[in-house]
């Protein structure tokens, strides 16, 4: 077993990705290394024809998968929103691997991104010694992306700054990168495109300037729709999980992950699962993905502290942790919950004690 | 050799509807059958009126029983009206050939059920969990697809030309019905019709007979042969007369949504479909952006060309040949609208179901109420539309008015053409109305038809029916309102002997208060309203004075006894209607009931067992209406809030004294004065006691109201604002009535030749609003 803690997608599913390549007789757009329909069933999971299983890497909505890849084979930008924790980088990540089986161009986006970080840098050693040359210049991930022909990832595009993200409509439109100090300039081979996500409560941080927009398709990646359907997200990812991080305690129990996801999905919703009565709502968003590490930090306490099976225990400080983001609101709510529903609830007790204590 | 040839299609499918058309052309039929109601025959021929502009609807209704209604709605997509139409334009005979709705009307009548009439549509393609219910749903399964109408419109809606199709559709529906339970017994004797009428046509000669029909129907019409089987079937079917005509129609109506829909839940795009062979999807992206665009949305040329090429990829994806609608909404939505889906509500309403709306010829048969309506509306210029839009009416100006009496009798009949919107200033002599014309109000108005062959006879029918049945005061005060603000004053008198008698009879003082008060949702108008402002609206005023006359005095004397032992929520009630009947007998200015009514209030007050809330309050519009004075309203302070009241009863009587009146204590010099000098009266220790009770009441008032209370307390009575409630003797007559002819301008008054009565201003300085000046 390899000694990274978390491998890249394209490593973590080589034989997957092998698999289809072989499979895989449909037309390829070029550059792309599978055809839209494989990366379709990569994404989506699947069983090949030889008996390969595809596991599935996002569960959910097919269609929305579907314009996403059908936007990256127009050579559009993809643009990816939803709410913090619905798996936007993970679809981008993926995407990239199975595309271009590179997911590493990466540009991670933060207030403080700079031109540079999207462009290209220089060598300031070599920048004075030689002046200005090819050899001198550091590219970014995106101009290697450009270069090599392969899908290019800017995490978080909406906490770059407005004059920042401007920079990406001439790469996004014109497919070139122009480095007027070597008068020369970067043109994209095929297969280069750009998956960008966002985050929808951030809409407001840097919003996107109309122009640049207009150059994006926009696919809003969704909560999951039903109970089942994010039980399964979770139950899936907290297994992957566990391996990579080798924990010793045993898969937890179906019935477990169901009663955290329904604490999330009631308390996001701001009603019983019933729909009979009305709940506050935290300031947290309870994406799918904190369910997944609450899951997960309680596997790890069970199987170092505990017995390894994870019980209502283990389960409940990572529970408080993820709801209580405030600690005067938050605090309410979650009082509230406890007292009104989670007491109330049949075959809860051992929950409701364990949250009691923390 | 067979001569009559078959053409399954399905309603309202454009695909269907292009197929077909050439396979007339090809086929030259020299007789056309149609599946729909014989009934219809006679009014046929308007289909190739020019003026005849689909979506229209056949309908087929009962003679004598015009709600027993059946709509067979047409898009200029649907098959049958390419059918019919083709035949028309060539001079062939074109018949309905389903089962007669004179046999099916008669039917539902025998059931009395209205369930049947979903059944008598001829839509076998509204989905159903009966599986010969939906035979496409059935057959898309097989083929790996989701639901029927996408399968269909796969196979055979986006097909641009094969007339093989209709072979193809009859052997696919042969081998669904050979594996379904045969037909039910009103779907057999449907069938059983079409093939009589089908054998008709033959045996008059027709060599061609094209046959189209609901594709689920096509193999039961192939084998003509048995005769006898077909007559026992429709052997001594009831019998009913019925009548049929066009009427507009919208592709809204057209759509899922709305009632009488055909099922098909995107006519704008089917309209699209059929209108445009070529460059479907661009087309439809350009229209997009024009949408958006019209919008103040972003909708560039770019926007549609990169949703076009998205769109494309998708389908595709999909391994479909074109873009369905699916295909185009995923690709609007990503592109024009960010992912948004307030913008794709917009292009669903516009586009996708689309806002057409068909016309039909002025020769079109109508019932005599519907052409009383058509009258009216080209005199009164207020033109049916799809569309809402507001119109503002000045009731001053007779047109107006007019217009305002035909939205109102159209309402007295439950055909709510308009809606009066709120917000239309105080003045009564304005309303604001939104009006929009829905297809099926042309459905009510045909049923309304049962009272009356003019709109005037029926609403007047209509109400007294509908006042006959009102089953308390309040109700038939309400349509008293409507009717004399329709204008129907025939009505009016029986209307009023009624309401005499009723009112008579009635025990419950509250119902008779409400009577008089209560503003009923459709008029927005009173009786006593009715009464103070009838001069407005012409309405003859003097029988209503009668009626008020009987019920002010009856409310006055049945007052005190309604009053006692209320507890809190009555008591609450009770003060609502109080201060309702107070604020309206000072309306009307009528010395009389001014008087009884203040008898009859300082009864309430002396009452014993009265509630605190209300007998504060009838003590503060005594000293309001200054039939007490403030030694006296002071004195009864005292008495209410003494230490021998119970704290409650206490409480409660200044909060009927004082509530919803912050500002008034603070500027009535009359009302300060009692209070200040009732608590400078009070011990230190009766203040601290009393203290909590009054508190509650001023708790509610205004933080600000408290602060200048507080204030104007702390400077002493003396120096108080000044007092706004001048003597009527300080008036200087002359100076006032100068301004008046500006006033009057400016109020509109000049125009309707009235003035204010008197010449002077009514009583009350601060109290008297502009609409009180205005009526």
């Known amino acids: ?199 929808d409560r951030d809409r407001g941080v840097n919003d996107l300037s109309s122009a640049l927009k207009r150059r994006f398709n926009t696919v809003v990646l969704p909560l999951p729709d039903t109970i089942d359907e994010e039980v399964s997200i979770v139950q899936r990812r907290v297994a992957s999980l566990g391996a990579a991080l080798e924990l010793p305690a045993e898969a937890p129990a179906l019935s477990e ?77 979650w009082q509230e919950y406890l007292e009104t529903v989670v007491k109330e609830r049949d075959g809860w007790k051992d929950l409701y004690r364990a949250c009691r204590e923390h | 050799m067979s001569s009559h040839h078959i053409f399954g299609i399905r309603h309202h499918g454009p695909g269907s509807a292009r197929s077909l058309r050439k396979a007339l052309e090809d086929l030259a039929p020299d007789a056309v059958l149609v599946e729909g109601p014989p009934d219809a025959e006679p009014v046929l021929p308007l289909l190739a009126h020019p003026e005849m502009r689909p979506p229209v609807a056949l309908l087929v209704y009962a003679a004598d029983q015009p709600r027993d209604a059946v709509f067979y709605p047409f898009a200029t997509f649907s098959p049958e009206w390419q059918a019919i139409s083709y035949g028309l334009g060539r001079g062939l005979p074109v018949r309905m050939m389903d089962l007669p709705q004179w046999h099916q009307l008669g039917q539902n009548k025998d059931q009395a059920d209205g369930a049947e009439l979903e059944d008598s549509d001829p839509q076998p393609s509204a989905l159903s969990p009966q599986p010969s219910q939906d035979p496409m749903g059935w057959l898309a399964q097989a083929a790996g697809f989701s639901d029927g109408e996408r399968w269909w419109e796969q196979m055979v809606e986006q097909r641009r030309d094969s007339a ?114 070529e460059q479907v999807t661009v087309r439809w992206m350009t229209r997009v952006a024009r949408l958006l665009r019209g919008q103040d949305l972003d909708g560039s040329a770019a926007h549609a060309i990169e949703a076009v090429r998205l769109a494309e990829s998708l389908a595709a994806l999909r391994g479909h040949p074109l873009p369905g609608l699916d295909e185009l909404n995923e690709a609007s939505r990503a592109v024009f609208c960010f ?231 009555a008591a609450g009630a009770m003060f609502g209607r109080v201060v309702a009947v107070a604020a309206a007998l000072r309306l009307l200015q009528q010395p009389e009931h001014l008087e009884a009514w203040h008898q009859s209030l300082l009864r309430v007050a002396d009452l014993g067992a009265v509630h605190g809330l209300v007998g504060g309050r009838c003590c503060r519009l005594l000293l309001d209406a200054g039939a007490i004075d403030a030694e006296e309203a002071a004195r009864r302070v005292g008495l209410a809030i003494s230490q021998a009241t119970a704290p409650a009863h206490a409480a409660a009587w200044v909060e009927g004294l004082l509530k919803d009146s912050g500002a008034i204590v603070l500027h009535d010099d009359l009302l300060w004065g009692i209070l200040d000098g009732w608590v400078a009266s009070l011990t230190p220790d009766l203040f601290l006691q009393t203290l909590p009770l009054i508190r509650r009441t001023f708790a509610t008032f205004a933080p600000a109201e408290r602060r200048q209370m507080g204030e104007r307390a702390r400077r ?16 200087d007559a002359a100076r006032a009535e100068a301004v008046l002819p500006l006033v009057g301008r400016l109020l509109g008054f000049i125009e309707g030749g009235r003035f204010i009565e008197g010449g002077r201003f009514i009583e009350g300085g601060h109290k008297a609003r502009p609409d009180t000046l205005i009526h």
């Open chain 2, 164 to 277: 093989d199709i209709f072979a193809a559709i009859l052997e696919a529906m042969a081998a669904l019905r050979a594996e379904s339970p045969p037909p039910e017994p009103s779907e057999a004797r449907r069938e059983a019709w079409m093939r009589k009428t089908i054998r008709t046509a033959l045996g008059e000669g027709f060599t061609r007979v094209a046959v189209v029909c609901g594709a689920w129907h096509g193999p039961a019409l192939i084998d003509l042969g048995d005769r006898k089987g077909d007559a026992a079937l429709l052997k001594g079917l009831p019998k009913t007369k019925t009548a049929a005509t066009w009427a507009p129609w919208t592709y809204g109506r057209l759509s899922y949504a709305s009632g009488y829909g055909a099922g098909i839940s995107s006519p704008g795009w089917y309209d699209h479909l059929w209108a445009h062979e």
């Open chain 1, 257 to 333: 992950i169901r009663r955290i996801v329904t604490v999330f999905r009631e308390l996001r919703g701001g009603q019983t699962a019933d729909g009979k009565t009305k709940l506050k709502s935290p300031s947290g968003t309870l994406s799918t993905a904190e369910a997944i590490s609450v899951v997960n930090s309680g596997l790890a306490l069970a199987a170092h502290f505990g017995d390894g099976v994870m019980r209502a225990d283990d389960a409940a400080s990572g529970l408080v942790g993820a709801v209580i983001k405030d600690p005067v609101q938050d605090r309410l709510v």
């Open chain 2, 716 to 731: 002493g009575a003396a120096s108080g604002p000044a007092s706004p409630r001048a003597d009527d003797d300080d008036i």
């Open chain 2, 339 to 569: 992912g948004g889906d307030a913008p794709m509500r917009l292009i669903h309403d516009q586009l996708i179901v689309g806002e057409r709306m068909g016309a039909v010829p002025d020769e079109t048969p109508s019932v005599p109420l519907q052409q009383d309506l058509q009258r009216e509306q080209r005199r009164l210029r207020l033109a049916p539309e799809a569309t809402w839009r507001d119109i503002d009416l000045d009731l001053r100006k007779p047109f107006d008015l007019e217009r305002s009496h035909l939205l109102r009798r159209l309402g007295l009949l439950g055909i709510a053409w308009g809606q009066l919107q709120s917000g239309g200033g105080t003045g009564t002599f304005r309303e604001v109305w939104r009006i929009e014309w829905r297809p099926d109000l042309a459905v009510a108005l045909i049923e309304a038809g049962i009272w009356g062959n003019t709109l005037r006879d029926a609403a007047r029918a209509r109400a007294l029916d509908a006042a006959e049945r009102a089953a308390d005061l309040p109700d038939l005060v309400g349509i008293v309102n409507q009717v004399l603000l329709a204008d129907l004053p025939d009505a009016v008198p029986a209307l009023m002997a009624w309401l005499q008698e009723r009112s008579a009879r009635t025990a419950d003082v509250a119902q008779l208060m409400d009577a008089l008060v209560r503003e009923d949702r459709l008029t927005r108008s009173s009786l006593v309203a009715s009464l103070r402002y009838g001069g407005v609206r012409n309405t003859d005023t003097a029988a209503i004075a009668q009626v008020v006359d009987g019920i002010v005095l009856r409310v006055c004397i049945g007052l005190p006894g309604a009053c006692s032992s209320l507890n809190d929520d």
């Open chain 1, 1 to 199: 077993m390899s000694q990274r803690l978390r491998e890249h997608a394209e490593h973590q599913y080589a034989e997957e990705l092998r698999a289809l390549a072989r499979q895989d007789t449909r037309p390829r757009p070029s550059g792309w290394l599978l055809s839209p329909w494989a990366v379709a069933t990569y994404i989506l999971g699947g069983t090949l024809d030889d008996g390969t299983v595809i596991e599935p890497k996002y569960i959910g909505s097919r269609r929305v998968i579907e314009i996403a890849i059908a936007t990256l084979a127009t050579d559009r930008g993809l643009l990816l929103i939803g709410l913090p924790g619905t798996a936007k980088s993970w679809v981008s990540e993926h995407l990239a691997a199975a595309i271009s089986g590179d997911s590493t161009m990466l540009i991670q986006g933060t207030a403080g991104t700079s031109e540079e970080s999207i462009r290209y840098g220089w060598n300031y050693a070599r920048l004075l010694a030689d002046g200005p040359s090819a050899a001198a210049m550091v590219a970014s991930p995106l101009m290697r992306a450009m270069q090599d022909g392969k899908i290019a990832r800017v995490e978080e595009l909406t906490r770059i700054p407005a004059e920042v993200q401007d920079t990406l409509i001439t790469i996004l439109s014109e497919k070139t990168l122009p480095i007027p100090e070597l008068n020369s300039e970067v043109q994209a081979v095929k297969g280069f495109n750009l998956i960008a996500t966002a985050n």
